[in-house]
T-cell receptor
Framework: AQKVTQAQTEISVVEKEDVTLDCVYE???????LFWYKQPPSGELVFLIR??????QNEISGRYSWNFQKSTSSFNFTITASQVVDSAVYFC????????????????FGKGTLLTVNP | NAGVTQTPKFQVLKTGQSMTLQCAQD?????MSWYRQDPGMGLRLIHY???????DQGEVPNGYNVSRSTTEDFPLRLLSAAPSQTSVYFC???????????FGPGTRLTVL
């Protein structure tokens, strides 16, 4: 089973539409971290957000918002009023301890969602 | 700050050749890692390091070696390149192993 599932392989919207990118994760740890990264067509990876497992507060940053729900193991990302510049591949990632001692964490990425925003 | 730098940006190898992908960071980060990105697969962890002199294997370590003699540098060595190693390679660094990682621009490697 995948540790991080991004069920939407590709999404296409028209500019100004709202769009939600889904992320479901799987872990047995009580302490873990969730991330979203953006990879625009130029190829670089851009950090968007980090959330620890003890903080379920939703976060808003401009047109971006994130909904973290431990009950459903989901960490969804919503872009409000999408713009062409939002076109990119978006990755959700999970960082969890590699051993019972919890001294090392490894980052596992989902396979990504390609978002295309059309003018 | 240059952040995370990677060289080369592009490389073509023949099967069986060896090479080293260079990665350096100037942020004094303890944690560094290497990922490969293949179409439809996301990024997969190859090797990582939590500090100078300490390295460990990730999800797909076979065919790759790493060492970490300094905090700044974390080279990735391909011992005997195979076509299956054709990929885009990203190096990343972070303050520690659970903080956000800063990625280099990537190296596109083709093995013929």
């Amino acid at each position: 089973a995948q540790k991080v599932t991004q069920a939407q392989t590709e999404i296409s919207v028209v500019e100004k539409e709202d769009v939600t990118l889904d992320c479901v994760y799987e872990t047995r740890d009580t302490t873990y971290y969730l991330f979203w990264y953006k990879q625009p067509p130029s190829g670089e990876l851009v950090f968007l957000i980090r959330r620890n497992s003890f903080d379920e507060q939703n976060e808003i940053s401009g047109r971006y918002s994130w909904n973290f729900q431990k009950s459903t193991s989901s960490f969804n990302f919503t872009i409000t009023a999408s713009q062409v510049v939002d076109s990119a591949v978006y990755f959700c990632a999970l960082s969890e301890a590699t051993n019972s001692g919890g001294s090392n964490y490894k980052l596992t990425f989902g396979k990504g969602t390609l978002l295309t925003v059309n003018p | 700050n240059a952040g995370v730098t990677q060289t080369p940006k592009f490389q073509v190898l023949k099967t069986g050749q060896s090479m080293t992908l260079q990665c350096a960071q100037d942020m004094n980060h303890e944690y560094m890692s290497w990922y490969r990105q293949d179409p439809g697969m996301g990024l997969r962890l190859i090797h990582y390091s939590v500090g100078a002199g300490i390295t460990d294997q990730g999800e797909v370590p076979n065919g790759y070696n790493v060492s970490r003699s300094t905090t700044e540098d974390f080279p990735l060595r391909l011992l005997s390149a195979a076509p299956s190693q054709t990929s885009v390679y990203f190096c990343a660094s972070s303050y520690n192993d659970y903080n956000e990682q800063f990625f280099g621009p990537g190296t596109r490697l083709t093995v013929l």
